[in-house]
């Protein structure tokens, strides 16, 4: 399983997992190529990349390529990205409103959940077989994403050795 089918494979994963814990995406989720822009609450999973892999070597990433009986054994590497609604700075008929202490605060709560939670749904998809067997996999770190506008929310880079 490579390129768009493990993106499909990691959107999957990451819906059934986000299901099974009672917690709602967004309506939109998409599988894409490079970069892909949002205006509206989100989940799309990318493809940003192949690479050669060691297996030798043991090592996700590697530039190492080995020929084993004619097979060379190739990652994908792919982006999570979730955003959701953000508190927002307003403005009314009586001047600048401010988003209140308690929705900045559960929008905390929410982004920080899907940092959480997105490295879990992947660690439960790989332990379960769902990217094929024994595939490497290494999460790389979450960042966050914005608030740009009324969006905000994060990323989260996999490879996933196949």
Do not use: K
Not at 52 to 80: C, D, F, H, K
Not at 139 to 152: I, M
């Amino acid at each position: 399983m490579r390129g768009i089918e493990a993106c499909r494979a990691v959107l999957a994963t990451i819906e059934q997992y986000y299901a099974d814990s009672e917690i709602e995406l967004p309506d939109r989720r998409e599988v894409a190529a490079g970069v892909v822009p949002y205006d509206c609450e989100q989940l799309s999973v990318s493809l940003i990349g192949h690479y050669n892999i060691g297996r030798a070597s043991g090592a996700p990433g590697s530039t190492v390529e080995i020929m084993v009986e004619g097979l060379s054994w190739y990652g994908s590497l792919m982006e999570v990205v979730l955003v959701r609604c953000a508190p927002i700075i307003s403005q009314d008929g009586s001047g600048i409103v401010m988003p209140t202490v308690a929705e900045i605060e559960d929008y905390g709560e929410r982004i920080g959940r899907d940092a959480l939670m997105l490295p879990d749904a992947l660690y439960w998809g790989w332990q379960e077989g769902r990217f094929g067997e024994q595939p490497g996999m290494a999460l790389e770190d979450w960042t966050a994403v914005g608030p740009l506008g009324d969006l905000g929310g994060g990323s989260l880079r996999v490879r996933l050795d196949v």
